[in-house]
Antibody, heavy 123, light 107 residues
């Protein structure tokens, strides 16, 4: 069974750096074609794609946030990290991680999502 | 970045109705278009991938079509559990982008 779960601080102060962890099971990020994405959703608003890391360590970022974002694999083979620097109240959102499965090259659809973690930015 | 425009932004319908949601890309994305359903307080759920392929476990009343820049999601006979928000998602190129969502509620 494929599962993902996000974790990190629920509250951060403006200007701080947010570090989120996506811990997954049931698949390997070393399998060719597999990717993990980060997506966020401010309260009452639409989904916003943030970043993706591929099995071969290739990385992609949101154009508007790329100077603030870093995605990386964790020290073990079951985690992906997301760092967002210089946090602002507009970054308040639920943050999700989601998998693109291997062999999904016809779609790159995200087939399994974590439940999300809510981050509030406030002093 | 590729812009995705969904319409309508909201829709009221009744159980048993047939509804269609459209999504337009700002440039051709071939069939790299996916549809997700999101219920309040929950993570999105993949319904349709590659424009018209039904994700495993999704009821057959959901269908998708289109290619290039214009896409549709159709629900053939609305069920009570279908009232939710729907998002299209282009995965043709990074950065990926989502539509602004279509909120479907009960008339």
């Amino acid at each position: 069974q494929v599962t993902l779960r996000e974790s990190g601080p629920a509250l951060v102060k403006p200007t701080q750096t947010l570090t989120l962890t996506c811990t997954f099971s049931g698949f390997s990020l070393t399998t060719s074609g597999t990717c993990v994405n980060w997506i966020r959703q401010p309260p009452g608003k639409a989904l916003e794609w943030l970043a993706r890391i591929d099995w071969d360590d290739d990385k992609s970022y949101s154009t508007s946030l790329k100077t603030r974002l870093t995605i990386s694999k964790g020290p073990y083979n079951d985690q992906v990290l997301l760092k967002l620097t210089n946090m602002d109240p507009v970054d308040t959102a639920t943050y999700y991680c989601a998998r693109i499965p291997p062999f999904a090259t016809s779609s790159y659809a995200m087939d399994v999502w974590g439940p999300g973690t809510t981050v509030t930015v406030s002093s | 970045d590729i812009q995705m425009t969904q319409s309508p932004s909201s829709l009221s319908a009744s159980v048993g109705d047939r509804i269609t949601i459209t999504c337009r890309a700002s440039q051709s994305i071939n069939t790299y278009l996916n549809w997700y359903q999101q219920k309040l307080g929950k993570a999105p759920k993949l319904l349709i991938y590659a424009a018209s392929s039904l994700q495993s476990g999704v009821p057959s009343r959901f269908s998708g079509s289109g290619s290039g820049t214009d896409f549709t999601l159709t629900i053939s006979s609305l069920q009570p559990e279908d009232f939710a928000t729907y998002y299209c998602h282009q995965s043709y190129s990074t950065p990926h982008t989502f539509g602004q969502g279509t909120k479907l509620d009960i008339k």
